[in-house]
Nanobody, 128 residues
Framework: VQLQASGGGSVQTGGSLRLSCTAS???????????MGWFRHTPGKERECVSA????????WYAYSVKGRFTISRDNAKNTVYLQMNSLKPEDTAAYYC???????????????????WGQGTQVTVSS
C-alpha cells in the first residue's frame, strides 16, 4: 500500500498551494472505506493533524489553526485526497503527510494512532 503526496513548495505569505495524495492502484479494496487525514510536522514540535475527511467525503474536520484557510476534499474515483491551502502563513511551514484510516466510511479521525497507512512527506515552506 502506497500513498504518494505531492504539491508542496515554497510560497510567500498569503499564497496558496494544493496538496494531493493518491493511493497506488490496488492499495485499497475500496478507497471509500478509508478516512484520510493530512498531518504536518516541524522539527521540535509534535505531529499535528490539520484536516481529516471521512471515507464518503461527507464529514470533514479542521484544526483551529487552519480553519477557514484550508479545505480538504477527495475524489474516490481517483483514489485521491486534496488539501487546498490558502492564505498561507509562515507558521504553516512544515512537512505535510497524508494518511489513511480503515473502516471509516462515515467518520474521520484526528489522532495519528488511528491511521494505519502513511505517505511520504511533502515540504511546504512559507516565507514572510
Amino acid at each position: 500500500v502506497q500513498l504518494q503526496a505531492s504539491g508542496g513548495g515554497s510560497v510567500q505569505t498569503g499564497g496558496s498551494l494544493r496538496l494531493s495524495c493518491t493511493a497506488s492502484e490496488g492499495s485499497f479494496s475500496d478507497y471509500s472505506d478509508y478516512s484520510m487525514g493530512w498531518f504536518r510536522h516541524t522539527p521540535g514540535k509534535e505531529r499535528e493533524c490539520v484536516s481529516a475527511i471521512s471515507g464518503s467525503g461527507g464529514g470533514t474536520w479542521y484544526a483551529y489553526s487552519v480553519k477557514g484557510r484550508f479545505t480538504i476534499s477527495r475524489d474516490n474515483a481517483k483514489n485521491t485526497v486534496y488539501l487546498q491551502m490558502n492564505s498561507l502563513k509562515p507558521e504553516d511551514t512544515a512537512a505535510y503527510y497524508c494518511a489513511a484510516a480503515p473502516n471509516s466510511r462515515a467518520t474521520y479521525y484526528f489522532r495519528a494512532y488511528e491511521y494505519t497507512t502513511w505517505g511520504q512527506g511533502t515540504q511546504v515552506t512559507v516565507s514572510s
